[in-house]
């Protein structure tokens, strides 16, 4: 199989080079996984960036270089390769300037297929994904490669991104038939919160898949890693990040996506990003000075997800104790 419509972006500078190739999945993998992203960069600077809440997992397959992860109320974790599952707290990811891998953003059901590990356990946690409990090493007729190391390194040695994701909508194929059944009551209510950005009631959401508020609750915990109304949380939250960084106001906003008020919107940014709507906007419109001209690449198309950070923006995300 081959991935469809690459698209690339690339730079140089005095200050380096960049680039990045993003892809869709062959249309047997999707909606469950939603996107590939190449990434190689050749910084003369360490790089900081701020990673919001999204409604997707993430599986970074790094080639060589490691990041460090740290994420608010965790200890610090220093890894090639990446899984970070459903999250309701921001993280800073920094490297030294050198990295290349691929980034995965999956559905959260999507992952509890891949990895078979209920995805209550890794809410708010960046880990190692060969260090999963019921990671790809247990499992038998998952092809030649057993572990994520093996496949970045098989992804690594290819000559070109249209080879490596081919092989990566091959290998997620095979692992996905080999994986743990995702919930068809899970995979509707869910689609349905994402369609509406969360907006849709809990009890409606149970009454459609024909289960008790408990039952999908439950369910939710296991396959998608946050409960219902958490998660419609979080996407309420994407989108009006969205919409902040498109130019609407800050009370428009609020109104748009149910928020009851504008200190209410506040409050969850806060919460959730670690920093105000107006910080977080004004850090996207004013480009950092120590970088110019690569961007900030946000995991989702088309919404807001990340910053850049310079010294003084990191100093002021910590003030909030969330994001150090």
């Known amino acids: 199989m081959a991935a469809t419509e690459v698209r690339?972006?690339?730079?140089?500078?005095?200050?380096?080079?960049?680039e990045t190739v993003l892809a869709r999945p062959h249309p047997r993998l999707r909606p469950g996984v939603i996107s590939y992203r190449g990434i190689r960069l050749a910084l003369d600077r360490p790089r900081r960036r701020l990673?919001?809440?999204?409604?997707?997992?993430?599986?970074?397959?790094?080639?060589?270089?490691p990041v460090r992860i740290t994420r608010a109320g965790r200890p610090s974790a220093t890894l090639v390769?990446?899984?970070?599952?459903?999250?309701?707290?921001?993280?800073?990811?920094?490297?030294?300037?050198?990295?290349?891998?691929?980034?995965?953003l999956l559905m959260p059901w999507a992952a509890?297929?891949?990895?078979?590990?209920?995805?209550?356990?890794?809410?708010?946690?960046?880990?190692?994904?060969?260090?999963?409990?019921h990671g790809l090493g247990t499992r038998r007729d998952t092809g030649r490669w057993h572990s994520v190391g093996e496949l970045s390194a098989a992804l690594a040695a290819l000559p070109s991104w249209e080879d490596r994701f081919g092989l990566l909508d091959d290998v997620f194929t095979r692992w996905s038939q080999a994986g743990t059944p995702s919930s068809a009551g899970v995979v509707r209510a869910w689609s349905e919160l994402v369609r509406t950005w969360g907006a849709?009631?809990?009890?409606?959401?149970?009454?459609?898949?024909?289960?008790?508020?408990?039952?999908?609750?439950?369910?939710f915990r296991e396959q998608i890693g946050l409960g219902p109304k958490v998660a419609a949380r979080v996407l309420r939250l994407q989108r009006a990040r969205r919409l902040l960084a498109q130019g609407h106001g800050?009370?428009?906003?609020?109104?748009?996506?149910?928020?009851?008020?504008?200190?209410?919107?506040?409050?969850?940014?806060?919460?959730?990003?670690?920093?105000?709507?107006?910080?977080?906007?004004?850090?996207?419109?004013?480009?950092?000075?120590?970088?110019?001209?690569?961007?900030?690449?946000?995991?989702?198309?088309?919404?807001?997800?990340?910053?850049l950070l310079t010294s003084a923006r990191s100093a002021v995300f910590s003030k909030t104790r969330r994001v150090r």
């Not at 690339?8 to 960049?18: C, E, M, T």
């Not at 899984?83 to 980034?103: M, N």
């Not at 209920?118 to 999963?132: A, G, I, N, S």
Request: net charge negative; glycine share 12%.
């Open 51 to 65: 990673e919001t809440p999204i409604g997707a997992a993430t599986l970074l397959l790094g080639f060589e270089q």
């Open 81 to 104: 390769s990446v899984f970070s599952g459903p999250t309701t707290t921001p993280a800073v990811g920094e490297h030294g300037g050198r990295l290349s891998g691929i980034e995965v």
């Open 250 to 307: 800050q009370a428009e906003t609020a109104a748009i996506c149910g928020f009851y008020d504008q200190a209410h919107l506040s409050g969850e940014f806060r919460a959730m990003t670690g920093c105000t709507p107006r910080e977080f906007t004004m850090a996207r419109v004013i480009p950092p000075v120590a970088q110019p001209g690569v961007p900030a690449a946000d995991r989702l198309t088309g919404e807001a997800t990340s910053l």
């Open 200 to 219: 849709v009631p809990v009890r409606r959401l149970a009454d459609e898949v024909g289960w008790s508020v408990r039952h999908l609750e439950n369910r």
């Open 8 to 18: 690339s972006r690339s730079g140089q500078g005095p200050w380096g080079a960049w």
């Open 112 to 133: 509890f297929t891949l990895f078979g590990t209920p995805q209550y356990e890794l809410t708010d946690r960046t880990v190692d994904p060969d260090d999963l409990p």
